[in-house]
């Protein structure tokens, strides 16, 4: 079953309820993601935090919507926290080419 975030797609065309609905839906995996720590008990297991993963990377360079982009950087770094994770994101070489245009980006 997918989730409905990963079966909504950005258009160029602007569409206050699909992007508002991506934002919200970004966001709330943002906050979850703060508290699922490898310290704690973790609120996530790998398979559904590499989901989140998937869903979010391309929102950084899919979308002219600053807010979302910021929302997209938050959750990968939750998602960060996590060995698994980190490896991931080195494996992912069109994550990194758009994590690098972010950070050369003003």
């Known amino acids: ?6 079966r909504k797609k950005l258009t160029n ?4 309820i699909t992007d508002e609905f991506i934002i919200n839906a970004v966001s709330c995996a943002t906050n979850l993601l703060f508290f699922d720590s490898p310290g704690t ?3 996530f297991d790998n398979k559904l935090r590499l989901r989140i993963f998937k869903a ?4 950084i360079l899919e979308t ?8 997209a950087v938050r ?3 939750n998602l960060s926290r996590h060995v698994a994770m980190c490896e991931e ?3 992912d070489k069109l ?3 758009a994590l690098v245009l972010i950070l050369d980006h003003t």
Not at 1 to 6: C, D, Y
């Open 1 to 6: 079953m997918t989730s409905s975030l990963e």
């Open 13 to 16: 065309q602007p569409d206050s």
């Open 41 to 43: 008990k973790e609120v």
């Open 56 to 59: 979010v990377r391309l929102f």
């Open 64 to 71: 002219s919507n600053e807010e979302l982009q910021i929302e």
């Open 75 to 77: 959750v990968l770094s």
């Open 89 to 91: 994101f080195v494996n």
């Open 95 to 97: 994550f990194i080419e």
